[in-house]
């Protein structure tokens, strides 16, 4: 397997789990650094590697007056800001090939989104930056069809990739998890992610926004790591109720710390098995 390098953080062959996580979108530069120096805390307190999320602008969205975020020129801003603070990588969403160039000059890892997985041009212009490329498995999907989207990346010459797994469309308005799909993607060679929190949404589930169920992220995640993935991306928030964008799905904060506790613990036992 290849091992994915962001900064000082390897994902993959036998190195420790890693954490992404953040909110869904930047909401305000005060409230999105808030929320990733908390994650940090904890993740420091648990020695768990971590990489800060949050979307400068969510473009698949249920409602075309849906919150968005501030946008690709202020949201990179305060990335940048939250990077050099809290000294972490971070993640954001690409949703074009124009954003490609300004986004790599911040961003440490380069994130398609799962409705735009498909698109070729997206992922190419991606994978020439040389920046890590996080491809998210799309609902429509099978595991097995990640092969061509890593072989699109691989063209540009581009070995640092990571495939995540975000749920697979079941009926109207849900998602499931086929856990097969976890060590079918790592059989691929390289590091796989899973999406704990959008694997609970229910796409469009509240008419103009997407609902969601986040009863079931524990048990969702702790499944994945007794399965083997190699890093957990979790969507965050103080006050999920009041989140602009996806509160439904997202954890509180206090659930984030036993949680990962749990995980740890299992990842323990997994890892004496590989």
Do not use: W
């Not at 989207?149 to 086929?178: H, M, P, W």
């Not at 965050?236 to 964008?245: G, I, M, R, T, Y």
């Amino acid at each position: 397997m290849n091992a994915v390098t962001v900064q000082n953080i390897s994902i993959g062959k036998k190195n420790p789990l890693v954490l992404i996580a953040g909110p869904c979108v930047i909401e305000s530069p005060e409230r999105t650094l808030k929320i990733g120096q908390a994650v940090k805390e904890i993740a420091d307190r648990l020695g768990i590697p971590y990489i800060f999320k949050a979307s400068y602008d969510k473009a698949n969205r249920s409602s075309f007056k849906s919150f968005r975020g501030p946008g690709i020129e202020d949201g990179l801003a305060i990335l940048a800001k939250i990077k050099e603070e809290l000294k972490v990588p971070v993640l954001s969403d690409i949703h074009s090939i124009e954003q490609v160039d300004p986004a790599a000059s911040v961003l440490d890892v380069m994130q398609i989104p799962a409705f735009l997985c498909r698109q070729t041009d997206l992922v190419y212009k991606a994978a020439t930056t040389q920046k890590p490329v996080n491809v998210k498995k799309g609902q429509f999907l099978s595991p097995n069809d990640m092969k061509n989207v890593i072989q699109k990346i691989r063209e540009a010459g581009n070995e640092n990739i990571l495939l995540t797994e975000r749920g697979a469309t079941f009926g109207y308005n849900n998602l499931v998890v086929d856990m097969r799909s976890l060590p079918i993607m790592r059989s691929f060679g390289f590091p796989v992610v899973f999406d704990a929190t959008h694997s609970v949404q229910l796409p469009g589930g509240a008419g103009t926004t997407s609902s969601g169920q986040r009863e079931y992220v524990e048990y969702l995640t702790r499944a994945a790591v007794a399965a083997g993935v190699d890093a957990l991306f979790m969507e965050v928030h103080d006050n999920p109720a009041e989140a602009l964008s996806d509160g439904p799905n997202m954890l509180y904060l206090e659930q984030i710390e036993p949680l990962l506790k749990d995980v740890l613990a299992i990842d323990a036992v997994v890892r004496k098995h590989k």
